[in-house]
């Protein structure tokens, strides 16, 4: 299906970098991105795959979407993307807009719009975007994200003659001003300074091998500085989030944006709303209409302020815990998921298979766990729903940008609280080797500052924007045993930032020790409890041999 760009494009935001095109740039983008010029838009009229591919670029470069299009993909023949170009007209077959709009309306109408409103999907590209606006952009769990990682991309590099950080508009004209821009200013001053040190002195400590390509070795080299020096940037460093989602996912985020406390975050979510108007508007129609969407906004932001407001009146102290806590679980977790596992291959009801179950020898239950795992030749074959059963719920205090990597695993249940200074910050042991813990100290300091200013004139929700991640924020984590299959076996793989592989490692051991789930811990074989110097080296050499395998060009932009 063929959509046509937007017709009315929506503003550009104060402060936001307009990237420059040639004319020629221009007419080409025109044809597969909704508006050239804002930070939010969506792809059009491209296959599904060359959509998927330019996301997955957009992880590991620095660049905008938009560039990455016409330097990576538009010179590639075999994308067939100026074939596409030149043929799309009102003549092409293909394009068969307004039917489709009628079609989809006509549904609406007859069926409902929940449920069709799945049916439908759009890519879209929010760039420039806070890291405190992309986990509300990433909180959903029926829609696709892929986000800027700052584990291979260096933020020394300024955008528009200014580091890659957001003002909150609540400051903006405000005496807080200058001292943000300031503040933020000598943050990634020495965050750049900091880089500068870190690669030179990783480099001697790891020397190139005569069997890893210098793309391998430099890749490798370049995480290392990144996972250690990324907690020094602040929540407002902006970053570009590609998101895929169907039309009732949509609906229900941008109703959540509109009942949010921040200015940026509503601000987006008209951005995006005007943008997916222009490629899926039917099933958009509620999101701001008074006595729909806007009754349900009113509805969410007034349940979150009754709660804050309670919350406040509570006259309690923290109590210390240890990073990692297991506060629930079912004792009875692994005679339910033996139970579990005969239901759907049986006719017998549920709460009989269960009674049989327990009546069985310990190691008769424990064989029939085994059997629903089966052989696994790999991490990626996991065991069925059985293990859906049992459940268990961790209480985690983690620097922030840990929780950022653990935010996105959307299938189980997460939530967590406003990100503050209160609980301390963490120091990576290897800045010390290079003489740097004090630049990070006093770095820590100056934004702790900072932000207790801005709390106290604009209250602790904006001043999260001053807080560097390395920072400790506290959140719960619930999941059952087939999700935490999923999430400690792909955390604490040997290429995982050293900060997410022990929270991995902490609550698998959690699982085996203290709920007693040791059958279900057991059949977690793909758990990796060891440590590791140089994690990185041994998955990019892994990608390479892939590469030479496929006659691949390593892509540039991620050693740069």
Known sequence: ??????????????????????????????????????????????????????????????????????????????????????????????????????????????????????????????????????????????????????????????????????????????????????????????????????????????????????????????????????????????????????GQAYEMLLMRMRAHPLAEVRNYSDLMLTELRSMIPSFLTRVDVPDRGGAWSDYLASVAADLEERADALDLTPEDRPQVKLVEWDSDGEAKVAATALYAVSDLPDDQLLAHVRSLPAEDRANLVRAAVGTRGNRRHKPGRAMERTSYRFDVLSDYGIFRDLQRHRMLTIEWQRLSTDHGYITPDALADFGATTAWDEAMERTAALATRIAAAHGPTVAQYAIPFAYRVRYYIQMNAREAFHLLELRSQASGHPGYRKVAQEMHRLIRDEAGHRVIADAMQYVDHNDYDLARLGEERRREAKRRALAVEPSSGVAE
């Open 1 to 246: 299906m063929s959509f046509p760009t937007n017709p009315t494009p929506s503003p550009v935001p104060a402060g936001y970098h307009v990237e420059s095109f040639t004319e020629e740039e221009r007419t080409l983008l025109s044809r597969f991105f909704t508006n050239v010029d804002g930070p939010v838009f969506g792809i059009v009229n491209l296959p599904e795959v060359v959509k998927g591919a330019l996301f997955a670029r957009y992880s590991r470069s620095p660049n905008s979407v938009r560039r990455l299009f016409l330097d990576e993909f538009v010179s590639q023949p075999e994308l067939g993307v100026r074939a596409i170009a030149g043929t799309l007209d009102e003549t092409d077959p293909a394009v068969g807009l307004a039917k489709a709009r009628g079609l989809y309306d006509r549904v609406f109408t007859q069926f409902g719009d929940d449920s069709v409103a799945q049916l439908g999907g759009a890519h879209i590209a929010c760039e420039q975007a806070s890291n405190v606006l992309t986990k509300v952009l990433e909180w959903g769990r029926l829609a696709s994200y892929l986000e800027q990682s700052t584990r291979y991309i260096f933020y020394d590099r300024k955008l528009g003659g200014r580091y890659r950080y957001h003002v909150p508009e609540e400051l903006i004209g405000s005496p807080l001003e200058a001292d943000f821009r300031s503040t933020m200013d000598g943050l990634f001053d020495s965050y750049s300074s900091l880089i500068g040190r870190a690669v030179p002195y990783y480099e001697t400590l790891f020397p190139k091998q005569d069997t890893d390509s210098m793309g391998v070795w430099r890749s490798t080299i370049r995480a290392k500085a990144c996972d250690d020096l990324r907690g020094m940037l602040p929540a407002a460093t902006t970053s570009n989030v590609g998101i895929f989602g169907s």
